[in-house]
């Protein structure tokens, strides 16, 4: 390695450096205010769920949650670390999966069953990177086909298709490799928004 591309390869070290900080707040800040909908306080105040009109759907997760929570607070000593670790576990999975991702496709090792056929031969293709000149990435853009009206017209359709065709490839991943992308991890238990998964999405393709 010459002298130069060794100074090209620190100096991008240190932008990676600078920015992962960055974009895991983004991620931190809407994930902190998930948890205070779920009855979860950053001093690690926990609500019961009898006095919140929660919807049932949120049930399950509030309940990993709050299961996390207690054995980090175990772990760390007080409530607040209790809360500081779960809330850092949560943001950082994410954040890695999504970069795995997309350090996959830049080195076009993305190999996924084409949308609607699980059981077809895994193709390249992209999920994080969009088509040039769209929003979409390929493997989004036709999920969203294979999905048929599911992903077209209800209210969050948007929100859907993507973590549905996220979940799909993770899935997937984990079949080939067994590390990270697990969706059954617990520290997969809750999303960020489909705002902020957006933003992140766009950080990392900038």
């Not at 919807?55 to 399950?60: D, G, K, R, Y």
């Not at 670790?85 to 090792?109: D, F, I, P, Q």
Request: with cysteine; hydrophobic share 35%; net charge neutral.
């Amino acid at each position: 390695m010459t002298g130069v591309s060794q100074a090209l390869l620190n100096k991008q070290k240190e932008t990676v450096k600078s920015w992962v900080p960055k974009v895991r707040r983004v991620i931190e800040k809407d994930m902190t205010a998930q948890l205070k909908r779920l009855g979860l306080s950053v001093n690690g105040d926990i609500t019961p769920l009898k006095e919140m009109h929660l919807p049932e759907a949120l049930h399950e997760t509030r309940r990993a949650i709050e299961a996390l929570l207690h054995r980090e607070t175990l772990s760390e000593g007080t409530k607040k670390k209790g809360f500081e670790a779960v809330l850092h576990e949560l943001s950082y999975t994410c954040l890695n999966r999504l970069v795995g991702l997309k350090c996959m496709e830049a080195r076009g090792l993305l190999f996924l069953p084409p949308p609607g056929e699980p059981d077809g031969p895994p193709e390249q293709t992209e999920i994080i990177t969009p088509i040039q000149g769209q929003a979409r990435s390929r493997f989004l853009r036709d999920f969203r086909a294979a999905g048929g009206q599911q992903y077209k017209y209800e209210a969050d359709a948007e929100e859907v298709l993507l973590r549905d065709a996220l979940n799909s490839a993770f899935r997937h991943i984990t079949e080939e490799i067994q590390i990270l992308f697990d969706p059954e991890h617990e520290y997969s238990c809750l999303w960020p928004t489909h705002a902020c998964l957006a933003k992140v999405i766009g950080m990392i393709n900038n």
